[in-house]
């Protein structure tokens, strides 16, 4: 039992995994995936946007989130 639960742990509970995974195999977007799973990226990305307040720019290619 977690006495106490981050914020952030907060919100990833309100996301539904099981339809994460539905989605990634329905567009099959994991078949070239090599070190990150899609649930992962999608964790990594969504801190990127909560720990910042100017969130992640893919515009720029892969190079632009570093540091979040």
């Not at 567009?27 to 995936?33: L, N, T």
Request: aromatic letters at 10%; glycine letters at 6%; one cysteine or more.
């Amino acid at each position: 039992m977690i006495k106490h639960a981050s914020l952030f742990s907060q919100l990833i509970a309100l996301i539904d995994r099981k339809k994460i995974h539905e989605l990634v195999y329905h567009h099959q977007s994991e078949r070239f995936a090599k070190k990150f799973n899609s649930w992962e990226h999608f964790v990594a990305v969504l801190f990127c946007q909560v720990a910042t307040d100017r969130g992640v720019d893919h515009s720029r290619g892969p190079g632009a989130a570093r540091g979040c």
